[in-house]
Each structure stands twice: as C-alpha cells, then as structure tokens.
C-alpha cells in the first residue's frame, strides 16, 4: 500500500485473512489499504484520541488533516468491501470464537466515522460504533480481556450514546448470565459482570447525583466482590 498499489495489497491481505482470520495486525493492514486516510499515520492526533468532552473534536481530528481532505470518492465502495471481509471473517471463525473477526466490525464502524465528516460536514454519529459495542461484549464478555479490548471504541462513542450503551451491555449481561450455558460456570457469569462494570466505567458512568447514590453503588460493587470471594479459597494464597 504504502508504495502506491493499495488494491494489491488489500487483496494480498485479504487472503492472509481467509488462512488465519484472526491476524489482528492483518487486518488492520487490509483497512489501512482500503482506506488510507484512516491510517494511524494520518491521525492528527493519535490512533484513538479519547473524547470525553468534546467529540466532535476528537472525531475532527480522528478523522485526519492533510490527505484526509482528498480522499478517493470510492471511498465508500471500499468501505462496502471492508464490510464484505468482515462478515466473511466472522463466518469463518464465528464457531471458534476468534476475538479479531468479533472485533473488526467495531473497528470498521470507527474508521467509518473518521470518514463521516469529509463526507457530510457534520460530527460522526456513534450510535453505529456503540451497537458494534454491543454486539461484541455479547460474544467477548466471558473473557477477561473483554473490556480492554472494547476500549478504544467505547471512548469514542459520545455522550448521548454512553448511557444507552452501558444499559445494553448490563442488559446483555443478564442475558447471557441467565441462559443455561453459563448456569454451571460461576466464573464465567462473574467475568461477564466485571467486564459490563468496565465497560460502564470506561464511558465515564455511572454519574451519581450525590453521596448517597455513590454510597449504594459502592455496595453494590462490594457485594459482588464478596460473593465471589470463595472462587479463591482453592489458590495458593502466596
């Protein structure tokens, strides 16, 4: 890509991705010859700047100086094969649970909004990125690196989207808590619930209104710390 023949090389990466869909650094190889103006190089800012308080800011400079302003018109056409990858990619390793091709909708949704404000002027809208979310924490949520690896997008959803986010994934949670795959690992349903009080957290929530609400919320958390406490009794406690 980086010599002047993109389309090669994200024909070339496609395959590597149909042999092992979840090469992560592939991947992100294939979307920067899509789509070059989304390349961490060309962020002005930083892969992933955080945008807490002023997302449209943020999303201004994600979605790049320079060469962003010329982008190739085919951009969404590239953006149609990316999302015809992706869904390959989960297909492929759907059953095997493969992080990379659960993730990649996510990441294609924020190289998406990078694009969004060259295209219509205007600040992205997150709401897409916050389903992509959603949808991965439903299939990630029983490992521990679940949050850390949804990171990078829940920081960038905006705040009018933060809160339906964190309820859906505590929703989800319970969801998936109840089913009768995870009744017999407790483990499991713990891990699901750290990762949704994560996730919450790393949207900047809950906003508690006074000393009481955080009082009750602090309790809440205690209690399942403490209830899961016998979970340990086993380990060698040195």
Do not use: F
């Not at 449209?56 to 953006?79: M, N, Q």
């Not at 009018?160 to 089913?179: G, K, M």
């Not at 900047?204 to 209830?227: D, I, M, R, V």
């Amino acid at each position: 890509g980086e010599a002047g023949r993109p389309a090669e090389a994200a024909a070339l990466c496609r395959e590597a991705l149909q042999a092992n869909p979840d090469d992560w650094g592939m991947l992100q190889t294939y979307l920067d010859c899509l789509l070059p103006a989304t390349r961490p190089a060309q962020v002005a800012a930083g892969r992933h700047p955080a945008a807490a308080d002023q997302p449209a800011a943020a999303l201004d400079k994600l979605s790049i100086a320079d060469e962003a302003a010329t982008a190739p018109v085919h951009s969404e056409a590239a953006l149609k094969q990316a999302a015809e990858t992706v869904e390959a990619l989960q297909q492929q390793g759907g059953a095997a649970q493969l992080r990379g091709p659960v993730l990649a909708p996510a990441e294609l949704e924020l190289r998406r909004m990078c694009l969004q404000p060259m295209w219509e002027g205007a600040p992205a809208d997150t709401r897409r990125l916050a389903e992509a979310v959603v949808a991965a924490y439903a299939r990630l949520s029983h490992l521990s690196s679940c949050a850390l690896d949804l990171r990078c997008y829940t920081q960038q959803v905006s705040p009018d989207s933060r809160r339906w986010l964190a309820d859906q994934v505590h929703s989800e949670c319970q969801r998936s808590n109840s089913s009768q795959d995870s009744s017999a690992d407790e483990a499991r349903r713990l891990r699901r619930q750290v990762a949704a009080y994560q996730v919450e957290q790393d949207l900047g929530l809950p906003q508690l209104a006074n000393a009481t609400a955080a009082e009750a919320h602090a309790a809440k958390l205690l209690a399942l710390y403490s209830g899961a406490l016998h979970l340990s009794d086993s380990l060698d406690a040195r």
